[in-house]
Each structure stands twice: as C-alpha cells, then as structure tokens.
C-alpha cells in the first residue's frame, strides 16, 4: 500500500502553463488572485523537487525574496507569513508519503502520470486539508487559486476536483482507508500512517528493537518540528549570556548539554550578539553530547595537547572541541576533504581563543603522521537518517541501496583515524544514522579485520551523565523521541599497544 507515495522516476514537467481566458458562457472571467505565501511554498517544493535543494537551505532565500518583495510594494511580509510559508513546506514534506496515498486514491491515474508541479499544489492542499487547522473551504479555495496562478485553469479544475473528494474525510479516515492493517502488514502500515519510506522504517526497527509502541513514537518524532538549540561556545560564551539576550518565555535551558539552551517558538538565534560575533552557534545537542564525550574520555599514559576533527565541515563540533581543547592547553587540527566547507569550518572557529588549524585534506590519505594526535573525532559521512526531523526530504531521497555506498568510505575514515592516535589516545567514531549497517557493524569489521590497528572498546555511556535511555554500551546511540535530539552515534575506541 505505500507504493503510491514513491514518486521518483516522475515525468518532467511541462514548461509553460496552461492561460485562462474568458468562458464561453456562465460567470465572467476573474483573474487569479496572487497568495505570495503559498507562491513561495510551491517554488521551494519545485526547488527540492527538481534541483534536489535542501528544504532548509532554500526556504530562506524564498522568504528574503519575499520580504524584500514585499516592501518594494509597500506591503508587509510578517512573521506569521513566514511562519504559514515554513509550516507548508515543512509539513508537506514530512507528510509526503501519507498525503500520496490519499492523493492516489482520489485519482484516475497512476501518481507517476500526474505532472510533477500538479502533485505538488495537490500534496500543499491536501496538507492543509489534513494537517492544519485552516478549515476545508479555505483549504481548498486558497489552493485552487493557486493552482491558477502557477498551473493555469485547466489544471487548477482537476486540482479542484480532487481536493474536494479529499476533504469529504479527516487524517483518521482517510488511514483507515489507505493504510494496511497493522496485523497484516506491520511495516508498509507505519510507513503509510507516519510517512516514511517502508525501507527506513525497517532499518530503524532493526536499530531500535522492541515492539510497535517504541515505532510509533520514533517515527512520530521524525515529524515533529525540530527545537533550535544554541550552543555557548566555552569560554566565549555563557548559557545565561544567550538566554539573557532573548525574552525570557523564549528560551529553555537545555536537556543534557550544559552549553545548551533551547529555543521556544519565536526565538531567534540571529538577535543574540554572541550568535552574530561566532562565540555560540546553533548545534543539536546530540551533536554537543558527542563531542562532551570524546573531550571527557580517559586516555592511556602519556600527553593530551593535540586533538583532531577528521571530517570538520561544517563545523559545529569542531567549535566546540575547539573551544574545549583551549581550556586545558590543547590544539585542534580541524581536517576537511571539500574546500567550500573547509571555509565553514574556519569561519565556525575564528576567535578560537586557544591554537588551532584548518586544513583541506582527505581524511582517508592522512596529511599528518601516524600517531600524531591524543584524541581524534571522524564524523563520517552517512545516509542522513538520523536527521529526517530537519532536513524531511532525506527520506523520500535515500534508497536502501545507497548505505552500502558509504560503507567503504566509513570503514577507511575509521581506520585512518585508528591509525593517527597515539597509544592510548582515544577515537570517536560518530555519524547521524542509527542504520545499523553504518554503526556498529562498521566499528566491529575495522576492529575485526586482520592486521587492523589494536583498540578497546571505551564505554561512551557514563561520559553523557544524566542522559537515560543510553542502552546496553559499551556505543551510544540517541533518539529523537527519548532525548529530544538528532539520531547521533557515537563509538569510543582506546588504541592500545601493538
């Protein structure tokens, strides 16, 4: 039943649109009336649709556009603007899977048949319809009007047609209807009623283990709006500094990391001064947790001056080893292979009060000397499964067959990075996916393969302290529904003697 809701490969769109003119009979012609609002959702869909854009990086040009649109006209484009605008997109493509069961169910054809900008204004109402409060007539009425203006009247009927059959039902209904039974058929129905591809859904029960109800609220946070949280970079920054700079029913301390603070609804990180001058920056604590606990773990004998980031872009953990190192007199080597993010990396720790470096280098041919460092951290690249929360579109993107795909870059960094500690010192090995097959099957065939680099395993559970629900050990693997953060792995390795 989830078939539906794939629509890659589609058809290309048609340039062009169809133009409205006047009836040959009944009530004159009325020109489409402009919602800028649901203009701009549509156009970051298009983006993410075809230019494969990043929802998160996108939107925020299109609402800039929007504002500066705006006031060259005199009008206002406000917060509650770009909040509906944010709401739409957001919501649209978390929800994707779900709303193309429904859409497939009220149309004549196959999905794959409907051109791809149509699918989109269809998927935009049926979320208001479903997944807003925004009641049914303006639901439809608001989309039609904008199917008129980026699709023509032609298109914008059909697109009328369908809306009204779906708003005859609410989101229960319409899952009683497309979704399997759950006894029947227990995954392809969690991936039709929390709209994830069946695939994921598998390799995160997988990972996660236990029944239906741990499922339920994992794939439930996947589709909750992510808090932003800030971290106060230490000794540049302090938690009170930046909850300070916000009103006060705008800010929350944070759960585990004692650099955190979230933010409530309606902050903004731009507004803080620390945030605007790179002593704090937005970073998941769940990213903070990992580098806490490469910082805190025991080394064997011998010096704690240098420490690297062997994947630093963007940049966020590297601040923040950063920030540590320079408390007890250490450098960090912040190592990153593509040169646009390397400039991240470097724009993330300039103001650094303790030594560090930049480089452009690739982590698996090492610019350094065997041995060279006291702590390394590699936070390879991944599927991105661990972060479908921010960045939604990821899971309609991957394919089961892409995670073998990182498994020999994974397998390499780690190695590498076993090869540049000394004797005693300590890896992390993290990534932001709890597919199985990227993180402890990738730490168990590097430690297992011959002539491999001696390591013990660390137990990475008491360098988090406070934080519950950490599992077996000696690894830690975080939850979006049990700790409020990113799906972050993290493996501890001590390199031992030869």
């Given at each position: 039943?989830?078939?539906?809701?794939?629509?890659?490969?589609?058809?290309?769109?048609?340039?062009?649109?169809?133009?409205?003119?006047?009836?040959?009979?009944?009530?004159?012609?009325?020109?489409?009336?402009?919602?800028?609002?649901?203009?701009?959702?549509?156009?970051?869909?298009?983006?993410?649709?075809?230019?494969?854009?990043?929802?998160?990086?996108?939107?925020?040009?299109?609402?800039?556009?929007?504002?500066?649109?705006?006031?060259?006209?005199?009008?206002?484009?406000?917060?509650?603007?770009?909040?509906?605008?944010?709401?739409l997109v957001y919501g649209t493509l978390r929800r994707r899977g779900t709303y193309d069961a429904v859409i497939a169910a009220c149309v004549d054809r196959p999905l794959r048949e409907v051109d791809p900008p149509v699918l989109d204004v269809l998927s935009l109402g049926t979320h208001q319809l479903l997944g807003t409060r925004i009641p049914s007539h303006a639901a439809v009425s608001a989309t039609v009007e904008l199917a008129r203006v980026v699709l023509g009247d032609g298109r914008a009927k059909f697109v009328n047609a369908v809306l009204r059959r779906i708003a005859a039902r609410d989101l229960?209904?319409?899952?009683?209807?497309?979704?399997?039974?759950?006894?029947?058929?227990?995954?392809?129905?969690?991936?039709?009623?929390?709209?994830?591809?069946?695939?994921?859904?598998?390799?995160?029960?997988?990972?996660?283990?236990?029944?239906?109800?741990?499922?339920?609220?994992?794939?439930?946070?996947?589709?909750?709006?992510?808090?932003?949280?800030?971290?106060?970079?230490?000794?540049?920054?302090?938690?009170?500094?930046?909850?300070?700079?916000?009103?006060?029913?705008?800010?929350?301390?944070?759960?585990?990391?004692?650099?955190?603070?979230?933010?409530?609804?309606?902050?903004?990180?731009?507004?803080?001064?620390?945030?605007?001058?790179?002593?704090?920056?937005?970073?998941?604590?769940?990213?903070?947790?990992?580098?806490?606990?490469?910082?805190?773990?025991?080394?064997?004998?011998?010096?704690?001056?240098?420490?690297?980031?062997?994947?630093a872009g963007p940049g966020g953990k590297a601040a923040l080893l950063a920030a540590l190192a320079a408390e007890r007199g250490a450098a960090l080597v912040a190592s990153e292979k593509q040169p646009h993010r390397a400039r991240l990396v470097a724009r993330a720790l300039a103001g650094n009060p303790g030594p560090y470096?930049?480089?452009?280098?690739?982590?698996?041919?090492?610019?350094?000397?065997?041995?060279?460092?006291?702590?390394?951290?590699?936070?390879?690249?991944?599927?991105?499964?661990?972060?479908?929360?921010?960045?939604?579109?990821?899971?309609?993107?991957?394919?089961?067959?892409?995670?073998?795909?990182?498994?020999?870059?994974?397998?390499?960094?780690?190695?590498?990075?076993?090869?540049?500690?000394?004797?005693?010192?300590?890896?992390?090995?993290?990534?932001?996916?709890?597919?199985?097959?990227?993180?402890?099957?990738?730490?168990?065939?590097?430690?297992?393969?011959?002539?491999?680099?001696?390591?013990?395993?660390?137990?990475?559970?008491?360098?988090?302290?406070?934080?519950?629900?950490?599992?077996?050990?000696?690894?830690?693997?975080?939850?979006?529904?049990?700790?409020?953060?990113?799906?972050?792995?993290?493996?501890?390795?001590?390199?031992?003697?030869?």
């Amino acid at each position: 039943m989830s078939e539906p809701s794939r629509r890659r490969p589609r058809p290309a769109a048609r340039q062009g649109r169809s133009q409205g003119g006047p009836p040959q009979g009944g009530r004159p012609y009325r020109k489409p009336q402009r919602d800028p609002v649901r203009v701009l959702a549509f156009e970051a869909l298009r983006a993410v649709d075809e230019r494969d854009a990043y929802a998160n990086l996108v939107l925020p040009a299109l609402l800039r556009e929007a504002e500066a649109e705006a006031a060259r006209k005199g009008r206002e484009f406000d917060r509650r603007d770009a909040a509906l605008a944010t709401e739409l997109v957001y919501g649209t493509l978390r929800r994707r899977g779900t709303y193309d069961a429904v859409i497939a169910a009220c149309v004549d054809r196959p999905l794959r048949e409907v051109d791809p900008p149509v699918l989109d204004v269809l998927s935009l109402g049926t979320h208001q319809l479903l997944g807003t409060r925004i009641p049914s007539h303006a639901a439809v009425s608001a989309t039609v009007e904008l199917a008129r203006v980026v699709l023509g009247d032609g298109r914008a009927k059909f697109v009328n047609a369908v809306l009204r059959r779906i708003a005859a039902r609410d989101l229960d209904a319409w899952l009683d209807e497309v979704a399997p039974p759950y006894d029947e058929d227990a995954e392809d129905h969690l991936a039709v009623v929390h709209s994830h591809p069946r695939w994921i859904v598998s390799a995160l029960w997988d990972a996660l283990g236990g029944g239906r109800a741990g499922m339920e609220e994992l794939l439930a946070a996947d589709n909750e709006r992510p808090e932003v949280t800030l971290v106060a970079r230490p000794g540049r920054a302090t938690t009170q500094e930046l909850a300070d700079a916000l009103p006060a029913d705008t800010t929350l301390p944070g759960r585990w990391s004692p650099w955190a603070v979230r933010l409530a609804e309606g902050g903004d990180p731009a507004a803080i001064e620390a945030v605007r001058e790179g002593r704090a920056g937005v970073q998941d604590e769940g990213s903070q947790l990992v580098a806490a606990a490469l910082a805190a773990a025991p080394l064997g004998d011998g010096p704690d001056r240098l420490w690297l980031d062997g994947c630093a872009g963007p940049g966020g953990k590297a601040a923040l080893l950063a920030a540590l190192a320079a408390e007890r007199g250490a450098a960090l080597v912040a190592s990153e292979k593509q040169p646009h993010r390397a400039r991240l990396v470097a724009r993330a720790l300039a103001g650094n009060p303790g030594p560090y470096g930049v480089i452009v280098a690739d982590g698996t041919r090492p610019a350094w000397r065997p041995g060279a460092f006291d702590r390394v951290l590699v936070d390879v690249p991944c599927t991105g499964l661990g972060a479908l929360r921010r960045r939604p579109e990821a899971r309609w993107r991957r394919r089961a067959e892409d995670v073998p795909g990182f498994a020999p870059l994974q397998r390499g960094l780690l190695e590498s990075a076993l090869s540049a500690v000394r004797v005693g010192g300590v890896v992390g090995y993290a990534t932001c996916s709890p597919h199985p097959a990227e993180t402890r099957a990738v730490v168990e065939d590097v430690l297992g393969r011959p002539g491999a680099v001696p390591a013990e395993w660390v137990d990475a559970r008491p360098l988090m302290p406070g934080v519950p629900d950490l599992g077996d050990g000696p690894d830690v693997q975080l939850w979006p529904h049990l700790h409020g953060t990113d799906a972050m792995y993290l493996a501890l390795l001590r390199r031992t003697g030869e």
